[in-house]
């Protein structure tokens, strides 16, 4: 992943080996690294700070980090909520706080007031419930009190921010026909996978739930190079 940093002709990127790179962008040069940013978890979602100096990364384990971008200091953790993969990051520095969202599927909001706290735990008590009903894909800031998420069903919810009640549904979420066909066919396979343990003696297995080709379910990694 990419992330453009037009004021300085740089660009930042992330990848699965959790390094993060700095890139010149006229003369095509590392200008700095970030190694093990996330120890050995894929970097999932990136974004700046209003001011520019703070770079805010999301893993695939639920950890975020925030970062000085001039030095690579390692500014905060944030404590996730959940092992569940961060999709989104909205820093609201006016509000003194920062909104991820992800796999968990819910809103989690981390107190930005103190720049001296180094550990930061979240705070998943949001006003307006867990309205998405599968994983939340991003997020977006429409100043100065909106905010909108999306889920991989389908589902756009637009949020008050003062409130954080909801403001406007733009749409429900509705599961697709090719989920369903995957979740049919998944089903099938568990109920004979029961009955065949249940003949052989053995105690069938529950299946863990998982969205279909996903790349990040647990314990998986990707081949390097």
């Excluded at 962008?25 to 700095?32: A, F, P, T, V």
């Excluded at 999709?87 to 909001?109: E, F, N, Y």
């Excluded at 309205?131 to 919810?157: N, Q, R, S, V, W």
Aim: hydrophobic letters at 30%.
């Amino acid at each position: 992943m990419s992330l453009p940093k037009a004021i300085s002709n740089q660009v930042v990127t992330g990848c699965d080996s959790s390094h993060v790179a700095v890139w010149e962008l006229e003369s095509g040069n590392k200008s700095i690294v970030f190694s093990n940013a996330h120890g050995n978890e894929e970097i999932t979602c990136m974004v700046f700070d209003e001011s520019w100096r703070r770079l805010i990364t999301g893993a695939r384990n639920g950890t975020i980090k925030v970062w000085n971008f001039q030095n690579g200091h390692n500014l905060h953790k944030l404590e996730p909520e959940e092992e569940a993969e961060v999709t989104g990051i909205l820093p609201l520095v006016d509000m003194k706080m920062i909104v991820a969202v992800g796999w968990s599927r819910k809103i989690t909001v981390y107190d930005d007031s103190d720049p001296d706290n180094t550990y930061i735990a979240p705070n998943s008590h949001w006003k307006g419930g867990q309205i998405h009903k599968d994983d939340i894909l991003t997020l977006d800031h429409c100043h100065p009190h909106f905010m909108a998420t999306a889920g991989y069903d389908g589902e756009l919810c637009v949020w008050n921010l003062e409130t954080e009640k909801i403001y406007l549904r733009l749409r429900q979420g509705q599961p697709s026909d090719i989920s369903k066909a995957i979740e049919f066919l998944t089903s099938q396979t568990s109920n004979l996978s029961s009955i065949q343990s249940t003949q052989n003696g053995h105690p069938p297995r529950s299946r863990p739930n998982s969205r279909p080709n996903s790349r990040h379910r647990r314990g998986h990694r990707l081949p390097q190079g």
